[in-house]
């Protein structure tokens, strides 16, 4: 099972390269688990940036991959407000153009303002490089 108190409850360097080994060996990468989330999702949504990178850095990782709710890691990063999560993602080549699902921003989502604020900065400059219109 790959949720989010799978990740958090084993967080070790130990551990992630336990995790990445048995990702890797198996036919397709980072298969879905527990409600369609990869170990990518379950890290994107509690914060473990150090999980995330590792898995990142095998080149093997699907950075658009969708869980069962159709959520990109980014999409579920901008909803839990991680900044760095975000930051990371944007930085490696997540798709900023699927941070709104059908007709719901995402960000919006995010309960503290001040996160809020600062990931949408992120993403509206992300757009923008590439030709985007800004979120509101």
Known sequence: MWGVDHISENFS???IADLIDQTVSQP???????GGHTPMHAAAKGG???VLQALVNTGKANLE???GAHCSCLQIACRHGHVDIVQYLIEVGAK???VQRSDICMVEKCDDDIVKKKILSMVNEARLNIGLPKLK
């Open 13 to 15: 360097t130990r551990n």
């Open 28 to 34: 397709e990468f980072l298969p879905p688990r527990d």
């Open 48 to 50: 473990h940036l150090a």
């Open 65 to 67: 991959v969708k869980n």
């Open 96 to 98: 900023v153009t699927c």
